[in-house]
């Protein structure tokens, strides 16, 4: 009986959930032994945060990268990459650690006008993201049966919004995404076996340099491949299949890491495509277009296609993971649910697709400056997230032995400098 009343016994006062000393202790629960199939199901939560980052204005960004500035710039995406490794890290032990949503557990902590603030950023930027989702869908599905992009930019968002309808929203959206992913990457791998681009100077570009006039496409770069968005989402994929302490190491070498690293590897492919086309036909390949139709020469009809197929599976996927995020997210600010499934949820995330539908209908003269504006505009919030983000994994009293250690801080450090470096960067350029 002592034993037992020494246990002590204390009440979430706001959410009425038992807490005891086994649930924040600083000892780590043994790990599980797993199957092969074990591990497979583990995955999911990261590779959605890269569908959703790996979108057509990744892709669009990446292109003029490569063909502006060859293989220069491939240094943004090994950098980036590595930062949104540690900070999707970060928001997946969030999720395993904190009792509720990350935003409702901000709303707990740091004030309720704090966690209504996080929700709304979310939205803002997936509705930034959600104009080059509508345009990249349009693109690629045009390229690959034909026909207006602007007609398919309407049936890829009906069809967004009838898998979004389904009852188990998450779950198939988590299914069909890592799906996709793995089809893309089939893609861009089989184009840049078409294009052959050089790479030593590929390995040159690894070398931090700034082109003349690089700058707002480096601060574009930046917002679509470390997209601190997307990694503040990774905590809810995590509270969706209710993962816990003992699976955070498989987590973390079966989801995490390769769930992110995938969208870069993909996205640095592309800037070495547009690179290496652009080299040998001497063509211009400025836009997602061009680059698919210089293929031809290369490759002929088939070289077209498999550049198009990627890009149709990069639009579809991040417009689907983009549209849940924002919808799960703000919904969760605004106190009406965490759940991709409720109803708030499903209002607001029918709004940003609406957004980025209408906004392409009406500004169909330039799509590709849009998309790379609006990624750019992405990293004006950003910052704030990852101030939220690096504060809430460092609070002991929910983190217990998850808490972030010192290289922990020292990347969300550096990450933090970039992505304000790249904000102030970006303010100045359009005030200029």
Same mark, same amino acid.
């Given at each position: 009986?002592?034993?037992? +009343?020494?246990?002590?016994?204390?009440?979430?006062?706001?959410?009425?959930? =038992?807490?005891?000393?086994?649930?924040?202790?600083?000892?780590?629960?043994?790990?599980?032994?797993?199957?092969?199939?074990?591990?497979?199901?583990?995955?999911?939560?990261?590779?959605?945060?890269?569908? @959703?980052?790996?979108?057509?204005? +990744?892709?669009?960004? $990446?292109?003029?990268?490569?063909?502006?500035?060859?293989?220069?710039?491939?240094?943004?995406?090994?950098?980036?990459?590595?930062?949104?490794?540690?900070?999707?890290? =970060?928001?997946?032990?969030?999720?395993?650690?904190?009792?509720?949503?990350?935003?409702?557990?901000?709303?707990?902590?740091?004030?309720?006008?704090?966690?209504?603030?996080?929700?709304?950023?979310?939205?803002?930027?997936? &509705?930034?993201?959600?104009?080059?989702?509508?345009?990249?869908?349009?693109?690629?599905?045009?390229?690959?049966?034909?026909?207006?992009?602007?007609?398919?930019?309407?049936?890829?968002?009906?069809?967004?919004?009838?898998?979004?309808?389904?009852? +188990?929203?998450?779950?198939?959206?988590?299914?069909?995404?890592?799906?996709?992913?793995?089809?893309?990457?089939?893609?861009?791998?089989?184009?840049?076996?078409?294009?052959?681009?050089? @790479?030593?100077?590929?390995?040159?570009?690894?070398?931090?340099?700034?082109?003349?006039?690089?700058?707002? &496409?480096?601060?574009?770069?930046?917002?679509?491949?470390?997209?601190? +968005?997307?990694?503040?989402?990774?905590?809810?994929?995590?509270?969706?299949?209710?993962?816990?302490?003992?699976?955070?190491?498989?987590?973390?070498?079966?989801?995490?890491?390769?769930?992110?690293?995938?969208?870069?590897?993909?996205?640095?492919?592309?800037?070495?495509?547009?690179?290496?086309?652009?080299?040998?036909?001497?063509?211009?390949?400025?836009?997602?277009?061009?680059? $698919?139709?210089?293929?031809?020469?290369? $490759?002929?009809?088939?070289?077209?296609?498999?550049?198009?197929?990627?890009?149709?599976?990069?639009?579809?996927?991040?417009?689907?993971?983009?549209?849940?995020?924002?919808?799960?997210?703000?919904?969760?600010?605004?106190?009406?649910?965490?759940?991709?499934?409720?109803?708030?949820?499903?209002?607001?995330?029918?709004?940003?697709?609406?957004?980025?539908?209408?906004?392409?209908?009406?500004?169909?003269?330039?799509?590709?400056?849009?998309?790379?504006?609006?990624?750019?505009?992405?990293? &004006?919030?950003?910052?704030?997230?990852?101030?939220?983000?690096?504060?809430?994994?460092?609070?002991?009293?929910?983190?217990?032995? &998850?808490?972030?250690? @010192? @290289?922990?801080?020292?990347?969300?450090?550096?990450?933090?400098?970039?992505?304000?470096?790249?904000?102030?960067?970006?303010?100045?350029?359009?005030?200029?």
């Amino acid at each position: 009986m002592r034993e037992q +009343n020494r246990i002590i016994h204390t009440r979430d006062e706001q959410r009425g959930q =038992m807490v005891t000393p086994e649930s924040t202790s600083l000892t780590s629960p043994p790990a599980k032994r797993r199957s092969f199939l074990g591990y497979l199901a583990l995955m999911g939560p990261a590779f959605v945060v890269g569908a @959703w980052q790996f979108g057509p204005g +990744n892709l669009t960004t $990446a292109v003029q990268a490569g063909s502006r500035f060859d293989y220069s710039l491939v240094w943004v995406i090994a950098i980036s990459t590595i930062l949104m490794i540690f900070f999707t890290d =970060m928001s997946v032990r969030l999720g395993i650690a904190t009792p509720t949503s990350l935003i409702t557990s901000i709303k707990d902590h740091l004030g309720k006008w704090v966690g209504v603030l996080a929700g709304f950023g979310v939205f803002g930027i997936t &509705l930034m993201f959600s104009v080059g989702n509508a345009v990249g869908s349009g693109l690629g599905l045009s390229l690959v049966f034909g026909g207006s992009p602007v007609l398919w930019t309407v049936v890829c968002t009906a069809a967004v919004g009838f898998v979004l309808a389904f009852k +188990n929203v998450y779950g198939i959206v988590e299914k069909a995404l890592l799906v996709i992913v793995v089809l893309m990457g089939i893609a861009f791998i089989a184009s840049t076996v078409v294009a052959q681009p050089d @790479w030593y100077r590929s390995m040159e570009g690894m070398v931090p340099s700034l082109p003349a006039g690089s700058e707002i &496409l480096i601060v574009a770069l930046v917002g679509t491949n470390f997209s601190i +968005n997307a990694a503040f989402y990774t905590s809810y994929g995590v509270k969706e299949h209710r993962r816990t302490r003992s699976d955070y190491r498989d987590i973390t070498l079966v989801d995490t890491i390769p769930g992110i690293i995938a969208p870069g590897i993909m996205t640095a492919l592309v800037i070495l495509v547009a690179a290496a086309v652009l080299g040998k036909t001497g063509a211009e390949a400025g836009t997602i277009n061009a680059l $698919a139709s210089v293929f031809a020469p290369l $490759a002929g009809p088939v070289g077209s296609m498999l550049f198009a197929l990627g890009l149709s599976g990069a639009a579809f996927s991040s417009m689907i993971a983009n549209a849940t995020a924002g919808g799960t997210m703000l919904s969760d600010g605004l106190g009406r649910g965490a759940k991709a499934g409720s109803p708030t949820a499903r209002i607001i995330t029918g709004m940003i697709l609406a957004f980025g539908l209408i906004i392409t209908l009406t500004f169909q003269s330039s799509p590709v400056a849009l998309i790379v504006i609006a990624q750019s505009l992405t990293v &004006l919030i950003a910052p704030m997230l990852g101030v939220l983000i690096v504060i809430m994994a460092n609070r002991a009293s929910i983190m217990g032995e &998850l808490r972030n250690k @010192w @290289w922990h801080n020292l990347f969300g450090a550096i990450g933090l400098v970039a992505i304000v470096a790249s904000s102030v960067r970006l303010i100045t350029t359009l005030l200029g």
